[in-house]
């Protein structure tokens, strides 16, 4: 098996081409199917609860497909913040390490790509100026490659 390629900002994102491309392809396509007959409907072209039921079938198949991908998400943000919590436990000073409990989801979901050595100065500088998951990742200098996040 080969390696896993290196990660950086410019990179880190993932993209599953089976749900990015193919099934959301296909449930937008579906959408355009369902708005086309509903338009279809309302111009005496199709029966009216027909077109209206594949329209809100298709916007229903939408809203299931985006629930479904955005839950797992979810549950992987709140395991990178226990996971944080606990290296940076690990891992800062003393009067840092009181300081955990204030920072953001977001903070610790951007610390998790910062090397151990970095985290120090990283969790300072985030709780001093209040950085973003994006400020904080574009700070680090040796990053931490996370390819297990879905």
């Keep these: 098996m080969s390696e896993p390629r290196p990660q950086h ?11 990015h491309y193919v099934a959301l392809g296909l449930l937008l396509f579906g959408l ?25 079938i298709s916007v229903a198949l939408i809203v299931i497909a985006t629930k ?8 992987q943000d709140r395991v990178i913040r226990l996971e944080e919590r606990l290296r940076l436990a690990m891992l800062l000073p003393e009067p840092l390490r ?31 100026k209040k950085l973003t998951r994006q400020q904080i990742k574009q700070r680090i200098q040796n990053w931490r490659a996370d390819h297990w996040r879905v």
């Design 98 to 128: 009181q300081r955990i409990h204030e920072l953001t989801e977001e903070q610790l979901i951007g610390l998790r790509f910062a090397s151990d050595e970095e985290v120090p100065g990283l969790v300072r500088e985030s709780l001093e």
């Design 9 to 19: 900002l410019k990179n880190h994102a993932s993209i599953d081409p089976m749900f």
């Design 32 to 56: 355009i199917l369902g708005i086309t007959a509903f338009v279809q409907s309302l111009h005496g072209h199709h029966d009216f609860l027909v077109g209206l039921w594949m329209l809100i």
């Design 68 to 75: 479904a991908r955005m839950y797992p998400l979810k549950v």
